[in-house]
């Protein structure tokens, strides 16, 4: 599933998840986990799941933690695993709004980080007009390899060279090895960075939001947006079809049009930060 020249990408990605060599070895096991803070049904399920992932580990396999998948990150592309990443937008968009309608929520902070979580959330909170924003957790950090800052697009390039005969095995695995150091959106000028964007010039996500991965402001802006959607201050409560205008939605169509959207590739070093 994972292994060969041309799955590089799929590997850098899974080890910003924590995977290295060993893991690949091991038969990927997927375990689908549908934890909620809203009832005890389910309220035990994240302790339980890591127990049958220890099992899991235990059995010679690699645990996945799974729910409907935001993108399928192992799948080559143009295969039949890339057909369901739209599909998996429109199961998160009704997901989100299920749980909220279901549950009778006064307002939502919809946490994102991925090409189709992303447009998903914003689907949702369009669709159930409560008060309401997106938390985007920001972009991943720049990789090093032979003295230059990369992203995963440098692995894709490797990929492709690696065919030509223009880098060794051992250099295309210490690319793959550096691209994605920890966790955030893929570090580029793609669709998760763009999707970003427009949630800010749409104004349903505080404005600057749009930063590294686990960087300290960005955290700050977590803890204040959940206290304002909390009702921890006095700030009006928008409901979404205030925020989504017809305004707000050509101010976001000029920002992605001014910067490309992702169909540029821009540098790793607005990822430095």
């Given at each position: 599933?994972?292994?060969?020249?041309?799955?590089?990408?799929?590997?850098?990605?899974?080890?910003?998840?924590?995977?290295?060599?060993?893991?690949?070895?091991k038969p990927l096991i997927g375990v689908?986990?549908?934890?909620?803070?809203?009832?005890?049904?389910?309220?035990?399920?994240?302790?339980?799941?890591?127990?049958?992932?220890?099992?899991?580990?235990?059995?010679?396999?690699?645990?996945?933690?799974?729910?409907?998948?935001?993108?399928?990150?192992?799948?080559?592309?143009?295969?039949?695993?890339?057909?369901?990443?739209?599909?998996?937008?429109?199961?998160?968009?009704?997901?989100?709004?299920?749980?909220?309608?279901?549950?009778?929520?006064?307002?939502?902070?919809?946490?994102?980080?991925?090409?189709?979580?992303?447009?998903?959330?914003?689907?949702?909170?369009?669709?159930?007009?409560?008060?309401?924003?997106?938390?985007?957790?920001?972009?991943?950090?720049?990789?090093?390899?032979?003295?230059?800052?990369?992203?995963?697009?440098?692995?894709?390039?490797?990929?492709?060279?690696?065919?030509?005969?223009?880098?060794?095995?051992?250099?295309?695995?210490?690319?793959?090895?550096?691209?994605?150091?920890?966790?955030?959106?893929?570090?580029?000028?793609?669709?998760?960075?763009?999707?970003?964007?427009?949630?800010?010039?749409?104004?349903?996500?505080?404005?600057?939001?749009?930063?590294?991965?686990?960087?300290?402001?960005?955290?700050?802006?977590?803890?204040?947006?959940?206290?304002?959607?909390?009702?921890?201050?006095?700030?009006?409560?928008?409901?979404?079809?205030?925020?989504?205008?017809?305004?707000?939605?050509?101010?976001?169509?000029?920002?992605?049009?001014?910067?490309?959207?992702?169909?540029?590739?821009?540098s790793p070093a607005r990822h430095r930060?």
């Amino acid at each position: 599933m994972i292994d060969g020249a041309n799955r590089a990408g799929a590997r850098a990605m899974l080890r910003a998840c924590g995977l290295g060599d060993d893991d690949f070895a091991k038969p990927l096991i997927g375990v689908a986990n549908t934890w909620i803070e809203i009832g005890p049904c389910n309220y035990h399920l994240r302790e339980l799941a890591e127990h049958v992932k220890t099992g899991i580990r235990k059995a010679g396999g690699t645990p996945l933690n799974s729910i409907p998948s935001p993108f399928p990150m192992a799948s080559p592309w143009a295969t039949e695993g890339m057909r369901t990443s739209l599909v998996s937008r429109e199961v998160i968009a009704d997901s989100i709004e299920l749980v909220t309608r279901g549950n009778l929520f006064d307002a939502l902070i919809v946490l994102v980080g991925c090409d189709k979580t992303i447009p998903g959330g914003i689907m949702s909170l369009a669709r159930l007009n409560i008060p309401g924003l997106i938390l985007y957790g920001g972009s991943i950090a720049a990789g090093q390899f032979e003295g230059h800052a990369v992203t995963i697009q440098d692995v894709y390039e490797g990929i492709g060279k690696h065919a030509r005969g223009g880098i060794t095995d051992a250099q295309l695995k210490s690319l793959e090895s550096a691209a994605c150091p920890g966790a955030g959106a893929c570090g580029g000028q793609f669709t998760a960075n763009t999707m970003a964007l427009v949630c800010e010039f749409l104004g349903i996500a505080p404005m600057g939001l749009s930063k590294r991965a686990g960087h300290e402001c960005g955290q700050g802006q977590f803890w204040r947006a959940g206290r304002r959607d909390g009702h921890g201050s006095s700030s009006p409560q928008y409901h979404t079809v205030e925020i989504i205008t017809k305004s707000s939605i050509e101010n976001a169509i000029a920002g992605v049009a001014a910067t490309g959207g992702s169909t540029i590739r821009s540098s790793p070093a607005r990822h430095r930060q």
